[in-house]
Structures are given as C-alpha cells and as structure tokens.
C-alpha cells in the first residue's frame, strides 16, 4: 500500500475496495463517467502484493484521469466468476461500462504506465482549459442542487470560452430539456463537433429521444394497472410515459416491478428501457446509481 504521507493526498473516491453489493456502482457505473481499473486479489497471492502498490502509485500518479476498485476475490467470488478470472492478480479496465483491456500477473511499472496512458489519453491542455473545467464543474453542481438557471448561465459562460467543449454543450442541453423546451435542447446539441463522443451528450440525446416517443398520457395505463397489477405492457407504456415527462424515478420504479416478477419478460423490454432510462439521467446522476444497485440486488439475489 500508498505511505500516509502520500495516502492522505489521493481523493477519497479514487482508489477503493468493491463487493458484489458495490460493484455496479463502483464500477460499471462510475466506468460511463471516467475509466476504472480494476485489480482482482487475494491476501495470499503473493504477486499481488507486488502489483497492487505500484498500481496505486501509478493512479495517483494520473491525478483523477482514472480509477482504481480493487476485488478480494475470496470475499468476492461471484464478481470474479462473471468475469471469467481464471488466476490472479489480474486487471481489467471499465469504460462505458464494459471491460475495453487487461492484463495478467505482476508486470513492470513501465507497462503499468502505458496501460493507464491508453486509458488516461493525453494531459490535459494549459490554464485555460482547466478554467473551463472549473466552471463546467460550478455548472454542474448547480444543476443537481436544482439551480437550473444559474447552471444555464454557467454552462454559457464555459462555452464563450470554449465553443466546442462537449460536456458544457451537453449540460446547456440538458438545461433547455429540464425546462421543457426540447427544440432549443436539440439545437444546442448540434454545436458538438460532428462525430463528437461523450457520456453527457449521448444522455441528453437518449433523454430528448424518450421524450419524443413517450406516450402522451398517463391514464390509460394507470387504469389498466389498477385492474391487473400483473399487466406489464401497461406498465412498461407507463414507464416510457413518465419517463418522456422527465419523471425518471418513478420510470426506474416501475419498470424494476417488472424485472422483480418476470426477469425476462418480453424479451428483456423492460431492462433495455430501464439502461436507456439510466443513460437518459446521466451516468453519474442519483436516479442512476440507486436504480442499478437496486436492479443488482435483484440479479444477485
């Protein structure tokens, strides 16, 4: 492990333990925000003991570029079951919540740093575009604590700064869409780069895509519910139209009564709607990390 000295330095969140209980969050959902290295162990491995110091010391090293969940594989066994470790230590590497490398056994610092380079991609730009990112930070802080339009005002100000920076174009939209107005939404969007790829925007664009085929009333549903708790395709209609109104909570909740009865029912329609409706609230949102450890909790049980 880190010295203390060196140990308080690292932000809390950066490098942590994960259980089967966690690690939905921990990892293949905080994978859709930033990368995740994961180091699957054991107390009595002994390459692991020389591995896993040198892989913290390289994550520190990235200063909040990447993160690293480590999984005791004897406290952890399903996790590592899943994901076919056959020997340990081994590593692999979460973006977009999927495995995208890895690698095996106690390998040199150098390969060590490449690896987390493939990930971290290139250092960031000088002063001004760590400006931008402090005020795109400000912006989105403002927009979880309700403050659409002092979030709006800052996401406009990062963008006279950078025009093309995609995670205040994505926030700006996400402005326009929480106030109803999906068209200035949408316009904003098409100030990405073409090609543009980024968590937030695909949220936004998966959340304007919600809002256009939800049904347009609620009542229907709620009455044919009423009559058959176990009428699913209602329910799922229910879901789609609460979710169109941007009433994602209540989305998640009905559509995970869906998967608590019938895992796969209709072909898993319920758990596609359910990862769009996750997507639309955007990766590192409450509505996301309470709903996929509540749908963990229902796999895992």
Known sequence: MLGEASAAAIPPDLIKDATEASFMADVVEASRVQPVIVDFWAPWCGPCKQLGPALEKAVAAAKGAVKLVKVDIDKNPRIASQLQVQSIPTVYAFVDGQPVDGFMGAVPESQIKSFIERLAGPPSAGDGAIEVGDVVALATESLKLGDVGGAAQAYA?????????????????????????????????????????????????????????????????????????????????????????????????????????????????????????????????????RGRRRLSSILFS
């Open 157 to 289: 100000q990062a963008l006279q700064l950078d025009p093309e920076n995609l995670k205040a174009i994505a926030g700006l939209a996400r402005c326009y869409l929480s106030g109803g107005d999906a068209e200035r939404a949408q316009e904003i969007l098409a100030m990405a780069p073409e090609g543009a790829k980024d968590p937030e925007l695909d949220s936004v664009r998966t959340a304007l895509a919600l809002a256009a085929e939800a049904p347009a009333e609620l009542a229907p549903f709620q009455q044919a519910l009423a009559k058959d708790e176990n009428d699913h395709a209602a329910r799922l209609e229910l879901a789609k139209a609460l979710a169109g109104r941007g009433q994602l909570d209540e989305a998640v909740d009905q559509l995970l009564r869906i998967i608590e009865t019938d895992l796969d029912w209709n072909e898993g329609a319920a758990r596609a709607q359910l990862l769009k409706v996750f997507e639309a609230a955007g990766p590192g949102s409450e509505t996301a990390r």
